[in-house]
């Protein structure tokens, strides 16, 4: 008779937790409620910032949350924050993005979502102290890593290429989309979020941060190509908060007369975004680079077609749910997303074929092959 094995004590790295408009503060949420659902047997201790500490609810008593004023990517992060895990004295412990303490040397894995600061720095990392320091911490936490989740094939390939990672560390485990994004049967809601945001025409939307390597210059440009060379009448409505950092995106569409065709959204709501994809004609991806795109998902989910970058995991995750073009060139975005506004065909298959793509992902799923990887080490 196989001897049971006994509970084991868990951390799990949630500073980030509600976070939701980012794809990892939806990726620690969903993990720790799927966790702690087939979960029975090993005891967690969840790490929170204190704005989240009081909103997330112990699901029951082998869970336990702690609160930490350690900041991602602080100094605090290094020096304070391995302290406070090693007082746990914890069996594994997960963290959820690439930032682990170098100092905190136990037992862990760790999730890598994407090395985009690797390709694309941003304005925040100018400093080369900054880019060392990312690219030290990096490369402390996968190697010190007794396994590491990546999100999708595409950054495990990262992974090995850039850090000379061997393949057998690394397990590939997708994400999902919420039941949240689905098609609408109550229309009125559609309408009256037309209304609210003065959306008049058909239009194609964009959500997301609005950072370099997003492409949304090069977005815009395709956009004027629309209007000029096709002649669509259809609008741009792009969604996120403006990013101070990027002042360049708004520059972009003043300079070439497209204020009246590009509706700035700002920050948009959980609750809201599934009413957003459902109006919207078309979803797009400029990205030069994505570690997942999840946001692909939850625009097919709710039967938006999506027009995407053919770059990094886009093609690997979207499938045939999507129509690719080359982001470097705004004249062949445009042209993509004149073929879908304008083939009926091609946007009917579209919508099929992302309703048939969804299939394959499941937060229930990462949750289960999450939980077997912790046994397993």
């Known amino acids: 008779m196989q001897k ?79 302290f406070t895990l090693y007082k746990e004295n914890l069996d594994l412990m997960h963290f959820t993005h690439f930032n682990s303490p170098i100092l905190y040397g136990k037992k862990s894995i760790i999730t890598i979502h994407d090395v985009t600061p690797y390709f694309f720095p941003g304005h925040k990392m100018k400093s080369p102290l900054r880019r060392w320091s990312f690219r030290l911490v990096f490369y402390s936490s996968v190697k010190k890593a007794k396994k590491i989740i990546a999100v999708s094939q595409s950054t495990k390939n990262d992974i090995i290429k850039y850090f000379k990672i061997k393949p057998g560390k690394i397990q590939v485990i997708y994400e999902g989309a919420d039941e949240q994004f689905r098609i609408l049967e109550d229309r009125i809601i559609v309408d009256d979020l037309r209304r609210k945001y003065c959306l008049r025409k058909p239009f194609l939307f964009y959500t997301g941060v609005w950072r370099n390597h997003k492409n949304l210059v090069g977005l815009i440009k395709a956009f004027k190509i629309v209007k000029e060379k096709y002649h669509l009448d259809i609008d741009l409505v792009l969604g996120g908060k403006e990013d101070p950092y990027y002042p360049e995106v708004r520059e972009t569409w003043e300079k070439l007369g497209l ?98 793509q969804i299939k394959k992902y499941s937060w229930n799923e990462m949750g289960k092959e999450t939980l077997e990887l912790y046994k397993k080490i």
């Not at 989240?52 to 304070?80: A, G, H």
């Not at 990094?312 to 499938?319: C, D, F, H, N, Y």
């Open 259 to 356: 204020q009246n065709d590009i509706i700035p959204v700002g920050f948009i709501d959980q609750t809201e975004l599934p009413v957003f994809y459902n109006a919207a004609d078309a979803f797009v991806i400029p990205s030069f680079y994505e570690g997942f795109g999840l946001i692909g998902l939850e625009a097919m989910s709710c039967g938006t077609p999506v027009i995407s970058s053919d770059r990094t995991s886009l093609p690997e995750i979207l499938g045939k749910g999507a129509i690719y073009f080359d982001p470097d060139r705004p004249e062949k975005i445009a042209k993509k997303i004149c073929l879908v506004f304008t083939d009926k065909n091609l946007y009917n298959e579209l919508k099929r074929n992302g309703f048939l």
């Open 4 to 82: 049971e094995s006994k509970p084991k004590t868990i951390g799990i790295d949630a500073r980030m937790f509600g976070y939701a408009q980012t794809g990892i503060g939806n990726y620690i949420r969903h993990l720790l409620e799927y966790i702690f659902k087939i979960d029975h047997v090993n005891n967690y201790v969840v790490f929170l910032m204190p704005e989240e500490f009081d909103n997330f609810q112990v699901p029951n008593e082998r869970v336990r949350k702690v609160m930490t004023t350690c900041k991602w990517y602080s100094w605090k992060e290094q020096l304070i924050f391995p």
